[in-house]
């Protein structure tokens, strides 16, 4: 049975879910889920978690992202990037030093407006529904954090080289719109602006290094062999293996553990006696708790 993490390297056209699709095909496993939505036009990282791993997806979708964008300015679009219908070009006079002075205003905590073609739901409907039934509605401004924003000359081959196009790399929380972030620079410029191309580099612990294609993942004699183990998604934090089957055996059976050398507050990946994976837990004082168990029951 199938179980752990691919990282794949989405293509564009593909929908993250279309991708899960084809994975539960070559896999022939039912529980696969992926952590973090990427529109069809936007490529990169996609960590698709596979049997018990389903149970790590919500840590994944938390976890800070990492971006290249490329910024049209002088084009605003009703999708705010350029697959959307035009709706206004406006002339542009932007220089590099002029575009770095606004990027400081979209760093830190922030708030965006949920564009109209998006999934979130309002009254039970998703607004892209809405959206193309002509209807706009008003949407809650949403906290995001922007951790860092830079203008970069890193750019991939398949992105536009185009005139009054830059380049952007955003480092950002999760619920963070690319494409929001570039319409509203766009705005800040008083030229207008909107994404035409997007590449995920990192979500979480998970890179483009080592990523692969679907191409691959189809031409590999093994697809199952690919799979990471299921910690990795916690590789940031320490861990901490259990010293005897005793202790293994309460946190098998959901019961919190007296430590006695408490190794200091926080989250920890939990391993068994025998070097097993068996929790995301969390230590206060000298007692740990299980967040989730991922253990094999």
Known sequence: MANGVLVIDKPA???????????????????????????????GVLPVFVGRATRAVEFAVEGEKEYLAALKLGVITNTQDMTGEVLEKRPVNVERERLKEVLPHFTGAISQIPPMYSAIKIQGKKLYQLARAGQEVERAPRPVTIHALEVTDEVPED??????????????SKGTYVRTLCH????????????SALRRTRVGDYTLEGAAT???????SDPSALLRPVD???AGLPMLVLKSEQAEKKIRNGAALNLPVPPGN???RVYGVDGAFLTLSRVEGNRLTTIKSFFEV
Request: aromatic share 8%; hydrophobic share 35%; with cysteine.
């Open 184 to 195: 509203d620079i766009g705005q800040a410029l008083g030229c207008g602006g909107s994404m």
């Open 232 to 234: 990795t998604c916690f």
């Open 214 to 220: 679907l191409d691959q993942i189809q031409a590999a």
């Open 13 to 43: 056209g593909w929908t993250s879910m279309d991708v899960c699709a084809k994975l539960r095909g070559i896999l022939r496993e039912r529980r696969i889920g992926h952590g973090g939505t990427l529109d069809p036009m936007a490529t």
């Open 266 to 268: 926080g989250e920890y």
């Open 159 to 172: 992105f536009p080289r185009e005139e009054d196009t830059w380049y952007l790399r955003v480092r950002c």
